[in-house]
Every structure is written in structure tokens, then in C-alpha cells.
């Protein structure tokens, strides 16, 4: 059988790495990687060349022709836009279905969200979604939870901090509110399954590890480390009010899309962390498949496992090259 | 079993009638009407009542609390409101989610179209549906196509103006894109059996008769009367300037629903005449089931039995009491 000829959309940012591992990995693809011209020399992208990755140069905002002629010969195009690039899909949707492309994977790869005014995140993909839909392009939305990566606290002792973006360290309410795990490693393994599955073509699919909640990462976090930690507990109006005031400052003049950051985060909490909407029961209202069902024999990697890892020394840190650490 | 019980809002409109029909003569159901004090005295509401049909009174714009009362006890709610109504559609979802229902209907019954800027009408609806997912109220979406009641064309004798509202004289392009049509009168026979599926839950619906186009429907109308039909030939780019003009002057200031009725026509005209969105394949890459799938034992009406109708005399006019006729 012929490789499926990929084409990856930001793929040296975290999840593009991993779901260009995960297609390396699985074998039967041809993996592309379109790449602005400013980022050619990126070390990531390098690495990913060596492995194989072959590189198509193009801006994401070049005119639609121009994109079509970058996509051409694809079959699948995976889109991990950064999340303020998200309006830039439209004209790549466009150039994708002139350039014949069998399937678009949108950058969704978030939590689990109904669009309509919780999160401008969704909101955002949602415009995307709803222009694939409107020139009838086959697609799979896939949507993952929440990392591993941001979700395990810091250790009292420093011990994680090798690997740590943020501290971790709040817990809203009494941090039960139940949502759904994923180990960024296992996006690009259920990615490389999920695009060539002709049951998930026009289908969402919830991709995702484990379900627990914050305060059951902390419980298991102390039984491991064997290290007493000291929570930050957050009650919902806290969240509230850290909304309002984000949105209030991210649609002020002018318009910088730097702005939204505090506004991701905090409309995050909002959603996963207080109305509980990252779980798979929600995701099957929506209409999601669940990979679970779809793919039985799948054996991600446990939450147990990956603080493991990060006791031994051994875990990688994320976003180490773009975020200076906060804690 | 016990009945169910089944809440109509907007009984005494055509779609609403038509649903109240359905149920009525399905059996196992104890239907409802919500009907605004303003209402009470229309002839279509004591036929209703005739037949057994229960009366709750309540205004649309009732505050939450006096809307839940007004759903209490009810299983399954059915809206039907108007189409400058959709947004009151909100709190009532809320106050449905309030009273415990058990499966909302919010008033889609129209053509098959995707969200986001084609067809104001079915964006209006979007903000609905979000809602409901939102405060995950189970639902379920029902669109039905375009009514052989309004796409039959006039006869040049007048033998069918009895039963006319418009002209439907036009053919957009050469009338040959194919689109879904239904008679109004299986709506409510297809409402039946989707409100009480168990498989329709959080489901969007496609439930239509038959697939035809226009220029179709003129030559079974030539062959069926004998009579030879002058159809206006409209070309794509008439549509396309109807589009933006309705746009523009819907938009005017003071705000005013009426200036939204010819948005609503050249849109529809827009998503069905020009783009062929209002397709059974089409539905099924937006995720819609197929009623025809679901109930392959459902006998519709077909356009040929309904134009024989016409002609001999015994067809139902529609909106004979709010529409002056246009031709």
C-alpha cells in the first residue's frame, strides 16, 4: 500500500512534535511539514528532518493559490496552529479542498468545550469548523483534554522542576471536578490511527487518557513523591472574576493577541476546572466518538507512569523554548 | 405505558399544526400547547382543543421561573416559533432544563445549511442549539427540507391558485440543483416517531420526502396538468444581489424583524437554489441521521399524490390567514 502523503501545520510546536513522532512512529506515512520561511532553521524542525520530515515552505498567510500549490499531492493535512493563528485555517481550508485533499484536521487538539461563549479558544476554531463544513471538506476534529505535561503540581522540594512550565499548585473549589487526562506523547499515536480510520472522517473524536480530577493528581502526586503538598485552594468566584476581568482586557483597543493569553487560561478553568465539560460523557452528548471505543487495544501511557518519569529525572519539559517559567 | 407528554410551542402555525396532527393521530402522547395570552382566541387553537389538545398559558418572554412552571410535569418540549422568535428560545431551554425535561425540539425545521454567515435564519438557530448544548438539556435537531406546498409552481389557467401563497414561478440557473422536498403534512408523522427514538437523542435529524430539483418539479406540474408552465429563468448572479441587498437592509437602523423576511427568502434561495445544501448527503457529512434510514417502513406522501391533489381541487392552502398572496 502506498505511505498516506501528511502534511503537518506547525510542527515543531508541542503537539505538532508529537503527532510527527506519532506518524514517524506508526510508519505508513509520507510526513511533510509546511514551515513559514521565518522559522526554516528552528533546531525542532531540524531534528525532524533528519527523521525524514520533508519541508514545504509557505506562509500561513500567502495568498490562497499560493497555499494550494504548497498542499498539493496531500492526502491528509493536520493543522497545530499556534492559538492565535486560528483564523488563518480559512484560507488554508479553502487552498486544501482546491488542492484536493482527502481529509483536514483543523487545530483543535483542546479540551472538550460547546462553542457559543465560554471559551473564545473554541469560539475561534469554531469559525474554522464551521467554514470547512460550509465547503463541504472532509475532516476529522480531534479533541484531547488536558496534558499531563501542565497538569502535575511542583514538588515542595524543587525536585520537578527540571520539567515544570507552570507550578500547578491551584485547586478550584475543592478540586474534584472530574476531566480528562492526556499524555502529549500519546496525541501523535492516536493521531497517526484516528486520520486513516474511515470511521472518524466528518466525525469528532475525543482522544484522552485517564479521567481523575486535580485534586486526585495531587493525592497521587504525595503518595509517589512522598512529599506533603500545599495547594492552592481557589473558590469558583476567584475564576469568575479572573474571566470577566480577562475578557474585559483582551477586547481593548488596540487589538494585540498577546491580550488573550490571561483569557485562555482563565476561560480554561472555567470550563474544565468549575462546569466539569472535559469529560467523555459530555464529548458523546456533543456527538464525539470516543477513541477508547474506537481503539480497544490502545495503551496509553498512565498518569502514574508519567509522575514516575518525573521523580526519576527522566521527563521532558514542554514549551521550554517560548514560555519563561512562572513559578 | 403511560402517555407522553408532549409540549407544543407555536401549535397554531403550520409546522406547529402539522406536529399537533402527528402526535394526535400517532397516539401515546398527551399533548400540550403553550399558547401567549394574546392567543387563546385563534381559531386554530379551539380546533386544537376540540381534539384534545391541553392549553398552558404563557408569554415566550415570561420570566424563567414562570416559564419552567409553565413546563412542569412535561417530558418532551417542541418549539415552533416563529422565525424573528428564535432567541426567545433561550431562556426557554433554561427554564426546560429547570423543569426537568426530558428532550428538548428547538425550532429547526428548516432546510439543511451550515452555521457561520450563509443563511441568518440558521445562524440565528446555531446560537440556540449552543445554548441547550451549553446547559446539556438533551435534544434533538429535526430539519425537514422545503415543503411541496411552496415549491409548486402556479398553473397559467389558475386552476391551483386556490391553494397558492407564492408564484414559485422562478428556476435559479437551469432549476437542475437537486434539493430536499416534503409535504407539511408528514412533519408532524415523522415528529412523532423522532421525539420518542431513543437512537435520535442528542442527534440532528434529516426528515424528508422526496430529492428533486425545481425544473423537476415544473415538468411533473406540465405533465400532470397538460398545462405549459412559463418559468422566470433567474440567473445565479439575480440570487447573489438579492443576498447582499436583503443583507444590507436588514441591517439598517432602527432594528425591525420584518426587514429580515426577504434576507430569510434570498438566503434560502442562496443555500438550496445555488450551493445544493439541502441534500440527504450533504446532511449526513453535517452528522445528520437520515429519517428514511431510520424508518424505512415510513410511507410519505409523494410529490406526484400531492400535485394530483392540487389539481383536483382538494388541497390546503398555507398562511392563508398572515400572507396576502404575491402573484
Known sequence: MASVKVLLIGATGETGRSIANGLLEAGGFEVYALIRPASVAKPQLLDLQKRGVIVRTCDLTAPEEELAQALAGIDVVISCVGTTDQHTQINIATAAKAAGVKRFIPCAFITICAP????????????????????????TIIDVGWWYQIATPRLPSGKLDY??????????????????????????????????????????VFAYNTVTSPAGIF????????????????????VHKRVAEARAFSETYPYDATKFTPRYAAEYQLSWGIRGDNVPEYAKYLGYLDAKELYPDFKPITFEEYIQELLAGTATGIYTDRISRIY
Do not use: C, W
Open 116 to 139: 457559543g461563549g465560554i471559551m473564545y479558544l473554541r469560539d475561534e476554531k469554531e469559525k474554522v469548523y464551521n467554514h470547512i463544513k460550509q465547503i463541504k471538506l472532509p475532516y
Open 163 to 204: 520539567a515544570m512550565t507552570l507550578a500547578n499548585d491551584e485547586l478550584i473549589g475543592d478540586g474534584t471536578t472530574p476531566s480528562a487526562f492526556t499524555d502529549l506523547r500519546d496525541i501523535g499515536k492516536y493521531v497517526a490511527r484516528i486520520v486513516v480510520d474511515p470511521r472518524t472522517e466528518n466525525k469528532m
Open 219 to 238: 493525592a497521587l502526586v504525595e503518595k509517589l513523591s512522598g512529599e506533603k503538598l500545599e495547594p492552592k485552594y481557589i473558590p469558583e468566584e476567584t
